[in-house]
């Protein structure tokens, strides 16, 4: 692998790390979308995430595409992590839940 891939593997994780450390804000428009709607929607953007890492894999194991192995690794690390995030928000979800249901009324 040359340097200049390295180096652009570098500034892609560089640019990963700080959108994760900076906080997300949309604004909600009332009446838009409802959690239903949000939560099926990071699940089916998840869920594309992980089959494009698994072709892009294929592709690379079989020769059908120019991608390099550092591009076939980020993006079975972006859907790795957004599968771990989204595991820890349904975490929280399901506890939130559980103290609320053995809340006394």
Do not use: G
């Given at each position: 692998m040359s340097n200049?891939?390295?180096?652009?593997?570098l500034a892609q994780m560089r640019t990963m790390s700080t959108q994760?450390?900076?906080p997300i804000t949309q604004p909600v428009e009332e009446g838009t979308s409802n959690f239903s709607e949000i939560l099926g929607d990071?699940?089916?953007g998840?869920?594309?995430?992980?089959?494009?890492?698994?072709?892009?894999?294929?592709d690379f194991q079989t020769g059908a595409t120019d991608a390099s192995v550092a591009e076939v690794?980020?993006?079975?690390?972006?859907?790795s992590l957004s599968f771990q995030a989204?595991?820890?928000v349904r975490?929280?979800?399901?506890?939130?839940y559980q103290e609320i249901m053995n809340m006394p009324i």
């Open positions: 200049m891939e390295i180096n652009k593997v994760l450390e900076a990071a699940v089916k998840v869920s594309d995430k992980q089959m494009a890492a698994s072709a892009m894999a294929t690794m980020v993006s079975m690390q972006k859907a989204m595991t820890e975490n929280k979800l399901v506890t939130a």
